[in-house]
């Protein structure tokens, strides 16, 4: 099973930005959808966005505005990039990998997510 590597997790307060990294080691990143997960104190975990093999993006309805997933090809690396950070976004957030190879559906509910990893944590103070 492919361990994602997520990292860019920290302490931040309220209006603050992050950027979250994802690696896959020994998968190339364009060749599969790719997502980031999230999960916040007593709620179940929610998708964040997802990001197919032609670097089209898409966003849960929670997430649209302050969300930006990206993907740098030549680093093989995913990205979140989280704006305006309020309390409510502290968490772990996750990155996933399809387990079908990329042309398949690529979306948070409509495809099966196959490798993930340990999570990084963010934590947003008022």
């Known amino acids: 099973e492919v361990q994602l590597v997520e990292s860019g997790g920290g302490s931040v307060q309220a209006g603050g930005s992050l950027t979250l990294s994802c690696e896959a080691p020994g998968y190339t990143v364009s060749s599969y959808c790719m997502a980031w997960f999230r999960q916040t104190p007593g709620k179940a975990r929610e998708g964040v966005a997802t990001?197919?093999?032609?670097?089209?993006?898409s966003y849960a309805d929670s997430t649209k505005g302050r969300f930006t997933i990206s993907r740098d090809n030549a680093k093989n690396t995913l990205y979140l990039r989280v704006i305006s950070l309020v309390p409510e976004d502290s968490g772990w957030y996750y990155c996933?990998?399809?387990?079908?190879?990329?042309?398949?559906?690529?979306?948070?509910?409509?495809?099966?997510?196959?490798?993930w990893g340990r999570g990084t944590k963010v934590s947003v103070s008022s």
């Open positions: 990001i197919d093999g032609r670097g089209t993006s």
């Open positions: 996933a990998l399809a387990q079908r190879l990329w042309p398949s559906t690529c979306s948070l509910s409509g495809t099966s997510f196959g490798s």
